[in-house]
C-alpha cells in the first residue's frame, strides 16, 4: 500500500517563476493537507481540501499561493512568481473521510523542497 | 500564525537513557498527535491521543493526553541511536469541520553511543 507521495522532491526556480508542486494521497484517502516547513521550525498548515472542494484556507497566503484536488488526479500546490521567501520545504499530508476511516490521523508526504533562486 | 510551546527544543541523551517531552497550549485541543521527522523526510505519525488523561504506548514510546486539554507528554524508554530525530508535537483545536492541526516546534533528539 503505496504512501503519499510528492513530486518533485526537489524543485528550482528563479524569481518571478511559477512552481507547481503535487501531491497523490494514501490509497483510500480523501482529504488533501499542505504545510510549508522553513529550516529549524515546525510545520505551519496552509490548506486543507476534500475532492474539488476547498474546506479550510486559512493558513494560505492571499496572493500567489492557490491550491486544487480534481476529481481525478493528484492535488497540486501552485505558486506564482514566486520570491526568495517563498524557499522552503512543502509537505502534503492525507487522511481518509470519517466513513472511510479515522480522519484525525494525517500521514505525510516526504516533501518537497523549493528553492527560490 | 498560533504554534504550540514544545520542550526541551533540544537534547543530547546516553543511549539507554529515557526521554521526556511536552507540549503546552493556551488552547484546548480535541486530538493530540505525536510525530517524528528525520532529516530530509516527512514526519512519521508515531502516536495519536483523543481523549483527556488518555495514555498511549507504541514499543518504547509512550505518549499522554493531559487532563486540562492543553498539553500532551512523550516518553521513550531506553533509548537507542535510531531515536536520533526531531519530535513534534501536533494539536486539533476544538472547531468542528477542519482537521487543521497546529504544529509545536520541535524537540531535537541526539543519542549519544
Known amino acids: 500500500n503505496a504512501g503519499v507521495m510528492q513530486n518533485p522532491r526537489h524543485l528550482v526556480r528563479r524569481r518571478g517563476q511559477e512552481a507547481r508542486l503535487r501531491c497523490s494521497p494514501m490509497?483510500?484517502?480523501?482529504?488533501v493537507y499542505w504545510y510549508r516547513q522553513l529550516p529549524e521550525e515546525g510545520l505551519k498548515f496552509m490548506v486543507y481540501?476534500?475532492?474539488?472542494?476547498?474546506?479550510?484556507e486559512s493558513g494560505m497566503p492571499k496572493e500567489r499561493f492557490s491550491a486544487e484536488f480534481p476529481k481525478e488526479g493528484p492535488s497540486i500546490l501552485r505558486i506564482q512568481q514566486v520570491v526568495r521567501g517563498d524557499s522552503a520545504a512543502y509537505f502534503c499530508?492525507?487522511?481518509?473521510?470519517?466513513?472511510?476511516?479515522?480522519?484525525?490521523?494525517?500521514?505525510f508526504g516526504p516533501g518537497t523542497r523549493l528553492t527560490v533562486t | 500564525g498560533q504554534q504550540l510551546n514544545q520542550s526541551p527544543q533540544s537534547m543530547f541523551i546516553q543511549e539507554g537513557e529515557d526521554v521526556s517531552m511536552n507540549c503546552t497550549s493556551s488552547?484546548?485541543?480535541?486530538?493530540w498527535l505525536w510525530y517524528k521527522q528525520d532529516p530530509g523526510e516527512g514526519p512519521v505519525l508515531l502516536i495519536a491521543?483523543?481523549?483527556?488523561?488518555e495514555l498511549t504506548s507504541n514499543g518504547r514510546l509512550t505518549a499522554q493526553f493531559g487532563i486540562t486539554r492543553k498539553d500532551s507528554f512523550l516518553n521513550i524508554s531506553a533509548s537507542i541511536p535510531s531515536d536520533v530525530g526531531i519530535y513534534f508535537c501536533?494539536?486539533?483545536?476544538?472547531?468542528?469541520?477542519?482537521?487543521?492541526?497546529?504544529f509545536g516546534t520541535g524537540t531535537r533528539l541526539k543519542v549519544l553511543a
Open positions: 488552547s484546548i485541543f480535541n486530538t
Open positions: 501536533a494539536g486539533q483545536e476544538n472547531t468542528s469541520g477542519t482537521y487543521k492541526y497546529i
Open positions: 491521543l483523543y481523549k483527556a488523561g
Open positions: 490509497k483510500g484517502h480523501s482529504h
Open positions: 481540501l476534500q475532492k474539488e472542494n476547498i474546506i479550510d
Open positions: 499530508a492525507s487522511s481518509p473521510a470519517r466513513l472511510a476511516g479515522n480522519p484525525y490521523e494525517q500521514y
